[in-house]
C-alpha cells in the first residue's frame, strides 16, 4: 500500500484546509485509515481515525473542528480542517491499518504516508 498525502499549506487561524490521502491498491475499502500529526520536538499525535464502515473517531483537541471521510471510489481519504488555531500547525501524516476498526495508537497502522505541512499563522 501506499499512501500519498496532499493539501497542506499556509492559512491563517480560523481559516480552512483539507487535506487528502490518495492510496494505491484495490483493497482500500477494507483498511482502516488514520490522520496523524507531528510538531517540531513533539511526539506524533493522533487526529482522526474511519474504520471500513465509516465509523470515526477524534482526538478531543480536534473534536467538532475537523472531520475525516473516505471516498472508496477514489481510494481517497479527507480531513477537512476548519476553525484552524496556531496550535494545530505539524506536518500530517495519513496511515493505513490493515483492520477494520479504528486506532489511536500509531503503532496500529502499517502503511504510512510522506506527510504535509499546515500551517497555522496567527
Known amino acids: 500500500v501506499q499512501l500519498q498525502a496532499s493539501g497542506g499549506g499556509l492559512v491563517q487561524a480560523g481559516g480552512s484546509l483539507r487535506l487528502s490521502c490518495l492510496a494505491s491498491?484495490?483493497?482500500?475499502?477494507?483498511?482502516?485509515m488514520g490522520w496523524f500529526r507531528q510538531a517540531p520536538g513533539k511526539e506524533r499525535e493522533f487526529v482522526a481515525a474511519i474504520s471500513r464502515s465509516d465509523s470515526t473517531y477524534y482526538a478531543d483537541s480536534v473534536k467538532g473542528r475537523f472531520t475525516i471521510s473516505r471516498d472508496n471510489a477514489k481510494n481517497t481519504v479527507y480531513l477537512q480542517m476548519k476553525s484552524l488555531k496556531t496550535e494545530d500547525t505539524a506536518v500530517y501524516y495519513c496511515a493505513a491499518r490493515l483492520r477494520p476498526d479504528v486506532a489511536a495508537d500509531w503503532r496500529n497502522y502499517e502503511y504510512w504516508g510522506q506527510g504535509t505541512q499546515v500551517t497555522v499563522s496567527s
Open positions: 491498491g484495490r483493497t482500500f475499502s477494507t483498511y482502516a
